[in-house]
């Protein structure tokens, strides 16, 4: 009998049926959306603590998630267009820290160090590692 496997590429982490990257580059938050398009993926979604655990231990710097709510205030969504089912903010996030200020507000989330690596959101244009998102392929 043949078995089939899930696989990624090299430079991917297999977690079910779906491929994480962590870039060694940084750039704000659209960077990240092209340097995952680019790759065949996009900025990542996270559906499951298993997931996030796996997240947390590819990194060690602050990283940029597919996460924002650039079209409405406080309605989070996924780049991907998949339902906000899981979430693992920092208490007390997300808090739009900069609505005060003339920039305008925090719309995008990044996983972030100082706090466990818990979601945070953050400014646009702030500098973090891409985390990218892409379904594993089925090989055998």
């Known amino acids: 009998p043949t078995t089939t ?6 430079d991917w982490v297999l977690v079910g049926t779906a491929c994480f990257h962590v870039s060694s580059d940084r750039g704000d938050w659209s960077s990240g ?7 065949g993926g996009q900025l990542a979604s996270i559906r499951s603590q298993e997931e996030q655990e796996v997240l947390a231990g590819l990194t060690d710097d602050n990283a940029w ?3 924002h709510d650039m079209g409405s205030e406080g309605e989070h969504l ?3 267009q998949t339902a906000l089912s899981y979430s693992n903010w920092e208490p007390g996030q997300p808090d739009d820290a900069g609505q005060f200020l003339w920039w305008g507000g925090e719309d995008c989330v990044e996983m972030n160090v100082g706090y466990s690596y818990r979601w945070n959101d953050a400014d646009c ?3 973090n590692k891409y985390i990218c998102r892409k379904g594993a392929e089925l090989q055998g």
Not at 33 to 39: A, K
């Open 5 to 10: 496997s899930w696989v990624c590429g090299s």
């Open 33 to 39: 959306q092209g340097y995952c398009s680019e790759l």
């Open 65 to 67: 998630i597919g996460l």
């Open 78 to 80: 996924w780049d991907d």
């Open 125 to 127: 244009d702030e500098q």
